[in-house]
C-alpha cells in the first residue's frame, strides 16, 4: 500500500489539462494501485491522476459497487439530469450542489490498454463526470450552482 499527496485547489496544476496515457506498463500499474489506496484511504469514491500530481489521462472510481479504472476515457452520450451534492478530494471539508446527467455511456482503456464500454447511472455517473472533468483542468466548483453553508454542512452532520 503506497500513498500519494492529494492535490489540492490551491496548486494550479489542478487546472492543467492530462495527456494520454501511451506506455501500459508496470509504472502506470504502480499509478493505478496508489490513486485506489489514496482514494480509500481518504474515504473518496473517486481520483484522478492529476490530484496525486500525475498528469495523465486517468481515474479510478468506487461508488460502492468494486473499483473499475479508466484509462484515456471518453464520455459518449449522457442523458437525463440529477442534482445533487457532490464533494472532492482536492477541496477537503467542502460541498456544493451539482447538476450532472442521471446517464452516460463511457469508453476507456483499462490497465492493459484494452477498451470497454459502461453504462452507469445516478451516483456512479456522477462520479465518472467529477472525474473526467479532472482530466481538463475543471473542479466541481466551477459548475456548482450552491456550495454548502456552515449552517447546512453542520446539519448534515447531525443526520
Ligand atoms: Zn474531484
Known amino acids: 500500500m503506497a500513498l500519494r499527496n492529494i492535490v489540492t485547489e490551491r496548486d494550479p496544476m489542478l487546472r492543467k489539462v492530462s495527456r494520454p496515457v501511451e506506455k501500459f506498463d508496470?509504472?502506470?500499474?504502480?499509478?493505478?494501485?496508489?490513486?485506489?489506496?489514496?482514494?480509500?484511504?481518504?474515504?473518496?469514491?473517486?481520483?484522478?491522476?492529476v490530484q496525486v500530481g500525475v498528469l495523465r489521462r486517468v481515474f479510478v472510481v468506487?461508488?460502492?459497487?468494486?473499483?473499475?479504472?479508466?484509462?484515456?476515457?471518453?464520455?459518449?452520450?449522457?442523458?437525463?439530469?440529477?442534482?445533487?451534492?457532490?464533494g472532492c478530494l482536492s477541496s477537503p471539508g467542502e460541498y456544493g450542489l451539482v447538476v450532472r446527467p442521471e446517464k452516460v455511456t463511457v469508453r476507456a482503456q483499462d490497465r492493459h490498454g484494452e477498451w470497454f464500454e459502461q453504462e452507469a447511472e445516478g451516483l456512479p455517473a456522477r462520479a465518472i463526470c467529477h472525474e473526467y472533468d479532472h482530466l481538463d483542468g475543471h473542479i466541481f466548483k466551477d459548475i456548482t450552482h450552491h456550495m454548502l453553508t456552515e449552517e447546512e454542512l453542520q446539519k448534515l452532520d447531525e443526520e
Open 26 to 49: 508496470r509504472r502506470l500499474w504502480t499509478l493505478l494501485d496508489d490513486m485506489a489506496d489514496t482514494m480509500y484511504d481518504a474515504d473518496g469514491c473517486g481520483i484522478a491522476g
Open 62 to 86: 468506487d461508488t460502492g459497487e468494486g473499483l473499475t479504472e479508466y484509462i484515456n476515457p471518453e464520455i459518449l452520450c449522457r442523458s437525463g439530469e440529477q442534482d445533487g451534492m457532490e
